[in-house]
């Protein structure tokens, strides 16, 4: 049967070596195999927040520093934020990522303000900005309530689902509807009480798919400082670090493969091996 005559989306039998994988997967996808010896180096990294600390003891260098606002009717990108984190959230975030994977790129895009204000708009948008970079992961330590929102930030999870992004999105620290986490294209995170980095377990009830360490976690601050915390927002970015690592062992992977390795590799799948 010819190209033409095959239903949209087909594979045509000539077509079938354009798609074969490259590189052949090992019989057990173990964690030496998935992260091992990897530190990061080449994945790229969004933490979508309220600013990152730039130079913290906890961070080190942040490559870009960009700010989201609206006024008006227009969305005004700021490609080079000098303000850096206005509350300490996205610093904490950050600095979990980095003690993961020390040597990733780190971008800062901040959608929040002081006191953790915001808008679902601006979480839209710079959601819409980072996707169009195409980083490797999006870190979400953040989630809106409002269903007026859910359906764009669905289409955009799917979005960067299929472009190569991967969403780590914190489920809501109290049971409520709330989004990206829930969708499926996103990987989402709660927490459990370990105490090791690489603690994480996969949930066979979602919507959460991954519980990490998120209880009496030490965190990077503002001011260079530390700060002990719990909740949903401090697992996601152990999540996303160990995620930076697999891709820059295995650059190739798309979202998918890279949340199949991470169900395999759970401490209560695989992991551990």
């Not at 009717?73 to 950050?94: K, P, R, S």
């Not at 980095?98 to 800062?108: I, M, N, Q, T, Y």
């Not at 979202?255 to 390795?261: G, T």
Request: glycine residues 10%.
């Amino acid at each position: 049967m010819s190209e033409e005559e095959l239903p949209a989306w087909s594979l045509p039998a000539a077509a079938v070596e354009r798609i074969a994988l490259p590189e052949e997967w090992p019989g057990e996808i173990t964690r030496d195999w998935a992260w091992g010896g990897a530190t990061g180096a080449g994945a790229r990294v969004c933490v979508l927040d309220s600013g990152i600390e730039d130079g913290h003891p906890l961070v080190g260098k942040v490559q870009q520093s960009v700010a989201i606002s609206i006024e008006g009717d227009e969305v005004i990108v700021d490609e080079e934020d000098t303000q850096g984190d206005l509350c300490g959230h996205g610093t904490a975030c950050a600095g979990v990522i980095r003690s993961l994977a020390p040597e990733c790129d780190l971008v800062s895009v901040r959608v929040l303000g002081a006191g953790y204000t915001g808008s679902g708009a601006v979480l839209l948008e710079g959601l819409k900005w980072a996707i169009e970079q195409g980083y490797d992961v999006i870190n979400m330590s953040l989630s809106t309530t409002k269903q007026k929102f859910a359906s764009l930030l669905h289409e955009l999870a799917d979005t960067a689902y299929f472009q190569r992004t991967m969403l780590v999105a914190s489920a809501h620290n109290m049971p409520v509807e709330s989004y990206p986490w829930r969708f499926s294209s996103v990987i989402s995170v709660g927490s459990h009480e370990g105490q090791d980095p690489l603690e994480y377990y996969y949930n066979p009830a979602p919507p959460v798919e991954f519980f990490a360490r998120g209880v009496d976690v030490e965190v990077a601050w503002n001011g260079g400082g530390r700060l002990v915390c719990t909740g949903n927002s401090f697992a996601t970015p152990h999540v996303a670090g160990i995620a930076a690592l697999v891709l820059s062992k295995h650059p190739e992977l798309t979202p998918f493969q890279l949340k199949s390795v991470l169900y395999l590799a759970a401490n209560n799948v695989g992991g551990g091996k």
